[in-house]
């Protein structure tokens, strides 16, 4: 009872600052999104479930996929050949930037978190053709999330594709490095593909309790993620997953999370829950404004940072 008080309590606080974000328009199709939504979710590692606000509105993951593309990349091919191709440093650069890739002599991206990298780290997806690749994703997106029904937005997909130049850029230049081979456009398509993938709060937060349970999935027991690469995925999630709000994030709430400009965050109690919140009001560093501010209350209340 005490715990769904503080829950409802930490929703009303983020509705407070709402009004000072605003939804991402540089997509055509998110700018469809309603700023007022907001939703807190959390799934504990004993599977109790906890839902509050607009929690069953979808929304693509955008960069919390991610999160999702990199624990399968480290588990298709192993953390030596997807580090050959991105480093594990925090950029203090915007998602979208370009400025420190065009410094490295190899173009090679500073971290998996940022759109340079995910796009590098998702070549690593298995698959012989786009579809199979994508469908790799899905396949495992639904598993991690504990939802068959994760689908993807096509209309997402198309929008994101239409208006990718600043992604084609940041592309193109790895290509001159020699960090992409083969088909930019592809390895592109497969990127917008699965940010393009709908969730919901709850679907976020079940992922957010895989990686709080040691990487076991709660219900079925399976390891999904072994040891080692959750050790580098919650990481990484910590240094850079909030982008250039990582350290600000780090130091008021503590936990190890990843933001998307869709609204979603998605935040790791270790052995104890994961937390999906949802807002599609952002900051100006593309962060949910009232999600942040939520993450912040239940941290502050119930005691939640790592550090
Ligand atoms: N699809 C988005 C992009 O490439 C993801 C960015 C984000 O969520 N920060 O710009």
Known sequence: MELEQTFTQALEYGRQYISGGQVATYIPELAKADPNWLAVCAV??????????????????????????LILALESVGEDVVFSKVGMEPTGDPFNSI?????????????????????????NIPGATLEQRFDNFLQFTRKICGNEDISLSFETYLSEKRTG???????????????????????????FMICSVLATCRDIAFLGAVLANNGIHPQTGEQLVSPRHLKIVRSLMVTCGMYDASGYFATMVGLPSKSGVGGGIVSV?????????????????????????????LSEQLNLSMF
């Open 44 to 69: 504990t590692t004993d599977l109790q479930s906890y839902a509050y606000g607009n929690a069953g509105q979808k929304f693509t993951l955008q960069s919390i996929a991610k999160v999702i593309s």
């Open 165 to 191: 130049d600043r992604n084609r850029a940041l592309a193109y230049m790895m290509k001159s490095g020699g960090v992409l081979t083969g088909s930019v456009e592809e390895h592109l398509d497969l990127y």
């Open 269 to 297: 109690v270790p052995n104890v829950m994961g937390i999906g919140v949802f807002g599609p009001a952002l900051d100006e560093r593309g962060n949910s404004i009232g999600g942040v501010k939520i993450l912040e209350y």
């Open 99 to 123: 400025v420190k890739l065009e410094k490295v002599s190899t173009h090679t991206p500073y971290n998996p978190m940022i759109n340079a990298g995910a796009i590098s780290v998702a070549t």
